[in-house]
């Protein structure tokens, strides 16, 4: 129901008015005021930067989350209107008005906001829900990419991280930016295979343990929680794109650098490399997807070793277990990747949509679902450009040229 001026809620209502006023002057005085001890904010997954999540405490919410995005954006909050909910919160509706600091891009996001409110009135819980794409657009981080260079070339999307004197260790800058080009070739229809590799030595050797803070009072389950968040969004969002995938594989690939190996229908490695899980020897228990990955490529009690005992997975033993298709020699890796990548990219885009939404669920259907599952893909395909053409070719005894239409 709407909100009466004469209601106890009317001092709710003129706190949160008193919130957005105070997030706007960066008044940490009004905030400490209005926000509960036991205080606990949700911000909407997905956002950049790695803001996305649960804040848990004032402080929390505060540093990582308000004090964060202002570093970023000049914005303010505009409610328009407040309801109360069953539950006694209130759900606000509005707009976020502003712009980004660096690009200067105008932002203008719808929210939602529910608070919830403690018997003396103060503020214990914070659900927000906006478009997270508006905020990465008015960032403009496309144009300013630092840890990955990307391009598209004849349909094809090279990802390239590139800290080649960190051996392409994941900071939170490349963990955010893993997001950025995801989304970005989600919404490029001239894309038609993704191809992923690494300046350097390594492909990536997982997290940057160098760029956590040394304060031993760091709460490194926050700081994890904040670039893992971005960082599995963007393969969540690389499973479900049209075009196939090649990674090319080299060095030692370890921690969360195997989910680049993970994303990938087809992986070239070099000579020589290895794979290796290295959580164990951190006092963590691992991120990138493996734990759903590997078991499925290399077997369960594999898996198991790889994750219990660190042990190293070499490149033979890689290509024999199903971890990665073709070995070649270092110096030709790229070469062979990219021409994978590019044949791939000549091929029936919108079919190999199919074969990969197939394939991924194939491991949660039983073979009925599975069998209903192909005939609708099937029908599908059947009516897309490109099946029109490869039939036509066959008839005719010469080669399709498919256009991914």
């Known amino acids: 129901m709407a909100l009466d001026a004469s209601t106890p ?4 209502v003129a706190a949160i008015r008193s919130l957005y006023r105070a997030l706007a002057a960066g008044d940490r005085e009004t905030l400490g005021k209005l926000l509960h001890p036991d ?15 649960e804040h848990v405490g004032p402080e929390a919410m505060r540093r990582q989350f308000w004090w964060e995005l202002g570093r970023h954006y000049d914005v303010a909050a505009y409610p328009d209107t407040f309801h109360a909910l069953d539950d006694g919160r209130l759900l606000v509706a509005g707009r976020y008005r502003g712009q980004a600091r660096r690009s200067g891009k105008k932002l203008d996001a719808a929210f ?15 659900d927000q829900l906006t478009d997270s794409a508006l905020w990465a657009d008015a960032l403009d ?44 070739i989600a919404d490029d229809r ?23 803070p040394s304060d031993p009072s760091t709460e490194y389950g926050d700081l994890l929680e904040r670039m893992t968040t971005p960082f599995h969004e963007a393969f969540r969002i690389l499973s479900g794109i049209d075009a196939p995938i090649v990674t090319a594989a080299r060095g030692t690939v370890a921690g969360g650098g195997l989910g680049y190996v993970y994303a990938a229908e087809q992986v070239i ?3 020589g490399t290895k794979f290796l899980t ?3 020897a951190l006092g963590l228990s691992g991120d990138g997807g493996g734990t759903w990955h590997l078991p499925r490529l290399i077997g369960a009690r594999r898996a198991a070793q790889a994750y219990l005992r660190n042990t190293p997975i070499e490149t033979n033993d890689a290509l024999a277990w199903g971890l990665i298709n073709e070995i070649v020699p270092a110096d030709k890796l790229r070469v062979r990747a990219l021409a994978l990548a590019t044949e791939l990219a000549q091929g029936p885009t919108r079919a190999f949509a199919k074969m990969r939404t197939l394939l991924r669920e194939s491991w949660h259907n039983d073979l009925a679902t599975q069998l209903k599952s192909e005939t609708d893909a099937l029908s599908a395909a059947a009516n897309t450009a490109d099946a029109a053409v490869a ?12 256009t991914g239409g």
């Open 9 to 12: 809620w009317e001092a709710n």
């Open 39 to 53: 205080f606990i904010g949700r911000a909407t997954t997905g956002l950049p930067l790695g803001l996305g999540g």
């Open 112 to 126: 939602h906001h529910v608070i919830g409110f403690a018997e003396d009135g103060r503020m214990t819980s914070l």
């Open 141 to 184: 981080e496309r144009s300013s990419l630092e840890t990955i260079d990307y391009h598209v070339t004849d349909g094809v999307a090279t990802v390239c991280l590139n800290r080649p004197e960190d051996r392409n260790a994941i900071d939170m800058r490349m963990a955010n930016e893993s997001l950025v080009v995801a989304r970005r």
């Open 190 to 212: 001239s894309v038609r295979a993704v191809l992923i590799c690494g300046n350097g030595p390594s492909l990536s050797v997982g997290g940057d343990i160098k760029s956590f």
């Open 269 to 271: 490695a070099a000579e």
């Open 278 to 280: 290295a959580f164990a």
């Open 391 to 402: 039939l036509s070719a066959f008839r005719a005894k010469r080669a399709p040229r498919f």
